[in-house]
């Protein structure tokens, strides 16, 4: 439902800044954001108004080794992922008298889900004693291999829904009248986890 609904929005978003060239503009960016531990891939894209007020929708996400599992866990190790879909509105202005740098705020909304993993229960390996009593090599080396292949740990996933609010503080940096590299800081609060974190992002103008 998300996707769909993010694609009916982008999609909307295109039409009028087609539409309407002498007052809108599109603009995308793409870059890292930081988030609980987390190092969302950012994807973001809308209209810029008069070159000064902005609407936006992102899609973030990361998927990463789970970073609460035992210090001793043993097997294939399970993943965490994240997923963000967001909508901010945003307000640019020139700092001083520079045409290089500019200096935007945004502060919107987003809603998405965490799958992690929790209830750690320690389960041992058991060597096979009827192959190892009468093949005691063979049994050895069969032991061997599965408690290669064993996972010391059962474990349960966690999905976790929330919504929240968010929003972006950046410094930008145009290296052409198009591009620019921006950097700064975002937060985030919602029914999961509230937290700051960094940006960094590449911007394009249409």
Excluded: C
């Excluded at 009028?16 to 891939?41: C, H, M, P, V, W």
């Amino acid at each position: 439902m998300y996707k769909s609904l993010f694609l009916t929005t982008f999609l909307f978003l295109a039409f009028i800044a087609q539409s309407q060239e002498r007052n809108f503009r599109s603009q995308s960016e793409f870059g890292i954001q930081t988030y609980d531990g987390f190092n969302l891939k950012a994807f973001q894209t809308g209209i810029l108004f008069k070159d000064t007020w902005m609407l936006e929708l992102g899609i973030l996400s990361d998927n990463q080794e789970a970073r609460n599992l035992p210090s001793n866990f043993r097997g294939e190790e399970p993943k965490e992922h994240i997923q963000i879909y967001q909508v901010q509105i945003g307000h640019t202005i020139s700092i001083g008298n520079s045409e290089n740098f500019s200096f935007t705020t945004k502060l919107g909304m987003h809603t998405g889900w965490y799958n992690g993993v929790k209830n750690f229960a320690y389960d041992p390996f058991e060597d096979n004693e009827f192959i190892s009593s009468f093949l005691p090599v063979l049994g050895s080396i069969i032991n061997a291999v599965n408690e290669s292949n064993h996972t010391n740990y059962n474990f349960r996933r966690d999905k976790v829904y929330y919504k929240g609010i968010n929003g972006e503080m950046l410094i930008e940096y145009w290296l052409l009248s198009n591009f620019a590299i921006t950097g700064g800081a975002n937060f985030r609060i919602n029914n999961y986890k509230n937290d700051a974190g960094l940006s960094t992002k590449l911007l394009v103008l249409f």
